[in-house]
């Protein structure tokens, strides 16, 4: 008895101290301010630097206040764990907003044969050095302008810019000295690690992505504004003049990754997507719900290139979708003809489930859907989805472009899933 005595009193020993040891592990930061782009947590009537995120942590941001800080310079590396860094918000006022931009002083615009000129090699900004000459947009008060060009000599209307020898020129009719002056640059709002849980905060001015995962798994976005996003030249494609930068983006896999109650609007791209140009690619139990999506030139995009993938129970469902491709990338795009709800180019996949349903589908430039390089292969399933705006082409397929115009919206793909509602 005596020695079972002794073995049970080790193993609660043990259990109590592995308990004890897990629990207070797992600890809670209070971010309320920023200095010199340094982070600092509360901690009793102290305030210190805060490093790196660790798993298993909570990290709540005050609200009310801007953070010009790239959030995940602060996560660790992958782990291997069941643990989970979660971000949220505390206090009383509006969500955290952590800006991308960087807004110029007055002294940084100089006005040079009608145009104005800055000098970006002494801007501060959270790009790397080789994207401090890769710019998305720049805001002016509350207007956005995105034209890019390629030469000083082709900026002829308000609006557009261009960037020659680490200067930035605009071409821009006002005094635009006293004015709010904003750049946004070729940077991600958010790179995504593994097992991560986000919530009510704003992510803004970002010239890439939102929000990028890479492989990610056990995600979490709930609640988040993103808002005016993309634009930039995407590196090392193409002739070097293709521009890019969706709000959400889950690419070359990913498994068991929500994104819901969020608003997402003004991005150059898609507001949702998955995608990728690889083999052996997995997307599992990705899911985009409840999600409020305006301005942008699509609201949901998917497509896959390569070999053996697998897209498996993905789903877009319960999003209240608006005004794609009426946004301000419309006008400045190359291709004027994607400002569609829904946009597939290709679909490599050796197994294909994909959810579009119980969706509301308001006004948009170019129509419903566009599926390029159609041969009437099953894309996805449809179910229950309400059209409130009859004034579109609904459809277009495949590279030529042939649009089909039915109310009833009766093909393969599609089957009865759309709902007209006059």
Not at 304 to 309: A, D, F, P, Q
Request: glycine share 8%; proline share 1%; hydrophobic share 35%.
């Amino acid at each position: 008895m005596r020695i079972r005595e002794s073995i049970y009193n080790y193993i609660l020993v043990a259990y109590l101290t592995l308990y004890s040891q897990t629990l207070f592990s797992q600890r809670s930061y209070y971010v309320d301010s920023e200095r010199d782009g340094v982070l600092y947590v509360l901690n009793g009537k102290k305030r210190e630097k805060l490093t790196k995120m660790q798993y298993g942590n909570t990290y709540f941001f005050k609200r009310g206040k801007i953070f010009h800080q790239k959030l995940d310079t602060y996560f660790p590396k992958d782990e291997n764990t069941t643990k989970i860094i979660k971000i949220k918000a505390y206090g009383k006022g509006s969500v955290p907003i952590f800006s991308l931009y960087s807004e110029l002083k007055s002294e940084d615009l100089l006005q040079i044969d009608g145009l104005w000129c800055v000098d970006l090699t002494k801007v501060n900004s959270l790009a790397s050095n080789s994207d401090k000459f890769n710019i998305g947009f720049i805001k002016i008060d509350d207007k956005i302008i995105g034209g890019l060009k390629f030469d000083k000599n082709s900026l002829i209307s308000d609006g557009e810019f261009c960037i020659e020898n680490n200067l930035l020129f605009i071409k821009y009719s006002e005094e635009i000295k006293e004015k709010k002056v904003k750049i946004a640059y070729r940077i991600n709002g958010i790179d995504l690690n593994n097992n991560i849980d986000i919530e009510d905060i704003v992510i803004e001015g970002a010239g890439g992505h939102g929000i990028q995962g890479v492989k990610k798994h056990s995600v979490h976005i709930n609640r988040v504004y993103i808002r005016e996003i993309g634009g930039s030249i995407l590196p090392r494609f193409g002739s070097g003049s293709v521009r890019f930068g969706n709000g959400i983006e889950f690419w070359t896999g990913g498994i068991n990754c929500t994104v819901e109650n969020c608003m997402i609007e003004d991005v150059y791209d898609a507001a949702l997507t998955i995608q990728g140009d690889a083999n052996n690619m997995l997307f599992e139990n990705i899911v985009f719900r409840n999600n409020k999506l305006k301005n942008n030139e699509q609201a949901f995009e998917f497509w896959t290139r390569g070999k053996n993938i697998i897209i498996r129970n993905c789903k877009f469902e319960r999003n209240i979708c608006k005004n794609s491709g009426l946004g301000w990338s419309h006008n400045v795009r190359p291709d004027k003809n994607v400002g569609f709800h829904i946009l597939n180019y290709e679909l490599n996949a050796v197994e294909r489930s994909i959810w579009i349903k119980n969706n509301h589908f308001y006004k948009s430039n170019n129509g419903l859907i566009a599926l390029f390089n159609y041969e009437n292969d099953l894309r996805f399933f449809a179910k229950k989805n309400i059209i409130h705006d009859t004034s579109f082409p609904y459809n277009k397929i495949d590279s030529k472009k042939i649009q089909i115009n039915s109310s009833s919206i009766q093909f393969k793909t599609l089957h009865d899933g759309f709902k007209l509602v006059k």
